[in-house]
């Protein structure tokens, strides 16, 4: 490649990843609400995080310099990895008083709570991007196709970042979805792209959705960002979930750095059948807006979970870490903390009574 076409293909590199996820090349300001426990900056008019926060601590031409070049042949699967074929029907009985949760890739997940259908963060399509054809791309394919989900009761967005607010995973699932959860702010896109607004239910922090007569969900803060395009950051909420039933209780943690608040929403809300947490994407580049296993199994305990759920990690190129750390590094921890946890296939249905065993399915298999 010439250095001329070199220099355009490197910039337009820089300029795209900014747009496509939570590894956004973005520098987050200092939080000025320090001693407010509120979420939003009337001087700045945004979103702020309760705790102070950096973002990506070194420049954009050295951070998309190290996401083009370092790293390269350990942040992608070289083989295919193994998914569970779903019996949907099963899986979403409604007359079931379980709690199981399926993974199909970064933070999407499909919940079956005393019989009420929650689907996470859903991308469900191949790239995290805002264009079809450049970007993440995902490893492999959604263990269940869109048109193939049981109806969806609530469709739960934690934040718009590419990575987990997908234009045509929503425009899908819009004909089988009840309600679709979001935060302060993110109804905009979607009501830009048609969803109606008798369908879309807003929150903030701390607000409670009742969606039936057996399950709730309190929206709960995050510490993390927003934004889509390059003059629109932290112009709309991030946050998590607390789902819960009478027999049963679920936090899902969306997109965040380790805070304190992980404790305080163990106190008021826990303790947790399960708590589905990110361990991926993380980075010294990006401390404060991403947890590493270690931090979310840590945010496990002070949550005071039961069954640490990872997600945020095995589905995109995200950051500068081998694709299967994440995992090898939750295993360690978890043993020495005595935690149980889970690292589930794609499609693999989990149940809160499930214990840690793990089969290391990242790993290719001799003869396969």
Avoid at 75 to 89: G, M, S, T
Wanted: aromatic fraction near 12%; charge should be neutral.
């Amino acid at each position: 490649m010439s250095p001329k076409y070199f220099n355009i293909y490197f910039f337009l590199i820089i300029f795209l990843v900014q747009l496509f996820s939570c590894t956004s090349f973005y520098n987050y300001p200092i939080n000025e609400a320090k001693e407010s426990p509120q979420n939003y900056n009337n001087k700045t008019q945004k979103f702020v995080n309760t705790n102070p926060t950096e973002g990506v601590t070194v420049s954009m031409i050295k951070a998309g310099y190290n996401y083009m070049f370092k790293n390269n042949k350990n942040r992608k699967p070289n083989f295919e990895i193994p998914i569970v074929e779903v019996n949907v029907d099963s899986f979403a009985n409604k007359n079931s008083d379980e709690l199981s949760v399926i993974w199909l890739g970064h933070a999407t997940t499909l919940i079956n709570i005393d019989g009420t259908i929650i689907l996470t963060d859903p991308i469900l399509t191949k790239w995290a991007s805002p264009v079809d054809w450049f970007g993440p791309k995902r490893f492999f394919d959604s263990p269940i196709e869109i048109e193939n989900l049981p109806i969806i009761d609530v469709v739960i967005i934690s934040h718009n970042h590419y990575d987990h607010l997908d234009k045509e995973s929503v425009l899908r699932l819009n004909g089988i979805t009840k309600k679709f959860l979001v935060p302060l702010g993110v109804e905009k896109h979607l009501l830009s792209w048609g969803i109606l607004s008798e369908k879309i239910v807003v929150k903030n922090w701390s607000d409670t959705l009742q969606v039936n007569d057996k399950v709730e969900i309190i929206t709960t803060p995050a510490h993390h960002f927003s934004g889509r395009l390059l003059f629109d950051s932290n112009k709309t909420l991030w946050a998590s979930f607390v789902i819960k039933s009478k027999n049963h209780s679920v936090y899902f943690g969306g997109d965040s750095g380790f805070f304190k608040g992980y404790k305080t929403i163990g106190k008021k809300y826990g303790p947790f059948d399960i708590t589905i947490l990110p361990i991926g994407a993380y980075s010294k580049m990006w401390q404060s807006i991403h947890m590493n296993p270690e931090e979310a199994v840590q945010a496990h305990k002070d949550l005071n979970g039961k069954l640490l759920f990872p997600i945020h990690w095995g589905t995109f190129n995200l950051a500068l870490h081998g694709w299967t750390e994440p995992a090898e590094r939750l295993i360690a921890i978890s043993n020495k903390e005595d935690v149980n946890f889970v690292i589930p296939k794609p499609g693999e249905v989990v149940k809160a009574n499930t214990k840690s065993v793990v089969e290391k399915w990242w790993i290719l298999k001799n003869g396969e």
